[in-house]
């Protein structure tokens, strides 16, 4: 049996890096020690506007760790071509608005099935498995897999932001119901966006999900006990609540 996967986005150790200019915090140096801390993946996305990560990031990450990358991006000729270039373990594609802080939702697939056909295709021409980060929609999980993706990330953030009560809850039967749904339709299931220890442990519980992945809340974290540390308890949560496959 398996356990349920972690992995660490350390889009935002960048984020301070650039914040005053220089080589420090380092992303890389950040990887490694999740590396050892106990995650199973390495995150990062490479934004249009590269606010945080940037170009020499992503190829410094591929050659440094020994865990697999997970490359997030934007639909466009630009990224398509970067990820084809670095050839990660996967790319995952999700919606991006320059004047947005973070990912605000899932990728509409359905609405831009033809493009995004075509671009997976080249992703997985390379090698490089593919990831659509969607809402619990069966409409837009369906069309993922009529186009050839190989996994879907299930967006958390509205989950992770309603307060405790029966609305939640509701969000919750949505992801489960989701996860269920791409699961029979022969998708990997990931989830992740707004988790920390309260929302990943009811989330780790759910069967048919393999990975979770958490970024903000565990650099935040770190700022106060440690990028290590925040990255071992997260490990015993998930470990704790979860799912064993």
Same mark, same amino acid.
């Given at each position: 049996?398996?356990?349920?996967?972690?992995?660490?986005?350390?889009?935002?150790?960048?984020?301070?890096?650039?914040?005053?200019?220089?080589?420090?915090?380092?992303?890389?140096?950040?990887?490694?020690?999740?590396?050892?801390?106990?995650?199973?993946?390495?995150?990062?996305?490479?934004?249009?506007?590269?606010?945080?990560?940037?170009?020499?990031?992503?190829?410094?990450?591929?050659?440094?760790?020994?865990?697999?990358?997970?490359?997030?991006?934007?639909?466009?000729?630009?990224?398509?071509?970067?990820?084809?270039?670095?050839?990660?373990?996967?790319?995952?594609?999700?919606?991006?608005?320059?004047?947005?802080?973070?990912?605000?939702?899932?990728?509409?697939?359905?609405?831009?099935?033809?493009?995004?056909?075509?671009?997976?295709?080249?992703?997985?021409?390379?090698?490089?498995?593919?990831?659509?980060?969607?809402?619990?929609?069966?409409?837009?999980? $369906? &069309? =993922? !897999?009529?186009?050839? #993706?190989?996994?879907? %990330?299930? *967006?958390? @953030?509205?989950?992770?932001?309603?307060?405790?009560?029966?609305?939640?809850?509701?969000?919750?039967?949505?992801?489960? $119901? &989701? =996860? !269920?749904?791409?699961? #029979?339709?022969?998708? %990997?299931? *990931?989830? @992740?966006?707004?988790?920390?220890?309260?929302?990943?442990?009811?989330?780790?519980?759910?069967?048919?999900?393999?990975?979770?992945?958490?970024?903000?809340?565990?650099?935040?974290?770190?700022?106060?006990?440690?990028?290590?540390?925040?990255?071992?308890?997260?490990?015993?949560?998930?470990?704790?609540?979860?799912?064993?496959?």
């Amino acid at each position: 049996m398996k356990q349920l996967r972690l992995g660490v986005n350390i889009d935002h150790i960048a984020t301070v890096r650039n914040a005053r200019g220089g080589s420090h915090p380092d992303p890389v140096t950040a990887a490694l020690l999740a590396q050892t801390a106990g995650a199973d993946g390495i995150t990062a996305h490479l934004r249009e506007d590269r606010r945080h990560i940037r170009d020499e990031d992503i190829f410094a990450l591929k050659e440094a760790i020994n865990v697999p990358l997970n490359f997030e991006m934007a639909a466009t000729e630009e990224m398509v071509k970067i990820a084809c270039e670095v050839r990660p373990n996967a790319s995952c594609i999700v919606p991006e608005k320059r004047d947005e802080l973070t990912t605000e939702g899932g990728l509409a697939v359905r609405a831009q099935q033809d493009r995004l056909a075509e671009q997976v295709g080249r992703l997985k021409a390379e090698g490089i498995r593919v990831s659509l980060f969607v809402d619990a929609d069966k409409d837009d999980l $369906s &069309a =993922a !897999r009529t186009i050839g #993706a190989d996994i879907v %990330e299930l *967006h958390t @953030g509205r989950f992770c932001d309603l307060p405790a009560g029966s609305e939640r809850q509701h969000e919750y039967e949505r992801i489960v $119901s &989701a =996860a !269920r749904f791409a699961d #029979a339709c022969g998708l %990997e299931v *990931h989830a @992740g966006h707004g988790l920390s220890f309260e929302t990943a442990g009811q989330i780790a519980q759910i069967q048919d999900i393999v990975e979770l992945n958490i970024g903000h809340f565990l650099i935040g974290e770190a700022v106060f006990t440690g990028l290590k540390d925040a990255i071992v308890r997260m490990r015993q949560v998930i470990n704790r609540s979860g799912a064993v496959l």
